[in-house]
């Protein structure tokens, strides 16, 4: 439940964000109203975006859902028959409101920037939206999301366009080049419908193989 002292969740809170705590805080705050007051208001394009781009990749499960959120993503997986996904985020009450849509067989209430506590290689997937962005996680989670994926598995992550060169993603993509293979890129809105502030805000589609 948000406190007194939580941050007022929106968009531009969101992108203010500089550690994981501040990220504790502001999504304690947004949980019960992200999927009405933010989603759908904005027309949130991510999750769509990365579970098409995850099977034409030709992803399958298991599939971890990485900042998973309500669980918009598992969702739109859920569209394209994609099981079993389970959903790892540092925030409980966003967690809470996943769990209610039954789209995940598992959770974990897990840091990102910290090493995870799934064992090696068990997922065929790893996908996210909309967590690779302005003070959220960097790419330095790569190296623990690779360690627990199995040699063939299919990643789609979206990368808030600001912060992919700035934050280091696309020098993290040369360094993992002998790890990973079937590198693609394509841009794309984040929302249908932004407020103005954000009408160009625009997410790179990151795919690839892990060797
Ligand atoms: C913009 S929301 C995206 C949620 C969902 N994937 C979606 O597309 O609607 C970012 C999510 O990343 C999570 N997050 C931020 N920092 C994190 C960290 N260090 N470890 C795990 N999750 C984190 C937040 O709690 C939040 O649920």
Not at 9 to 26: E, F, I, K, M, T
Not at 41 to 49: A, C, I, K, M
Not at 80 to 104: C, N, Q, R, W
Request: net charge negative; with cysteine.
């Amino acid at each position: 439940m948000a406190t007194p002292t939580d941050p007022s969740p929106d968009l531009d809170a969101a992108y203010g964000l500089h550690s994981p705590s501040d990220s504790v805080r502001l999504y304690r705050a947004w949980a019960a109203s992200y999927d009405s007051g933010f989603a759908q208001r904005t027309g949130y394009l991510l999750p769509g975006h990365v579970a098409g781009a995850f099977v034409e990749a030709g992803g399958q499960g298991p599939v971890l859902d990485v900042g998973a959120g309500t669980g918009l993503l598992a969702a739109r997986l859920a569209d394209f028959s994609v099981s079993p996904v389970d959903g790892v985020d540092i925030s409980a009450e966003m967690l809470t409101e996943a769990i209610a849509k039954s789209v995940y067989r598992q959770t974990f209430l897990a840091d990102l920037t910290a090493p995870l506590p799934m064992a090696d290689s068990g997922y065929c997937g790893i996908v996210s939206s909309g967590t690779f962005t302005q003070g959220h996680v960097g790419p330095a989670a790569f190296d623990e999301l690779l360690r627990i994926a199995a040699p063939g598995a299919v990643f789609a992550l979206s990368i808030n366009v600001a912060v992919f060169k700035p934050c280091g993603f696309a020098d993290k993509l040369d360094a993992l080049r002998g790890q990973i293979c079937r590198v693609t890129l394509a841009e794309a809105p984040i929302y249908a419908a932004p407020d103005p502030d954000h009408a160009a805000d625009r997410a790179m589609i990151l795919c690839f193989t892990k060797r």
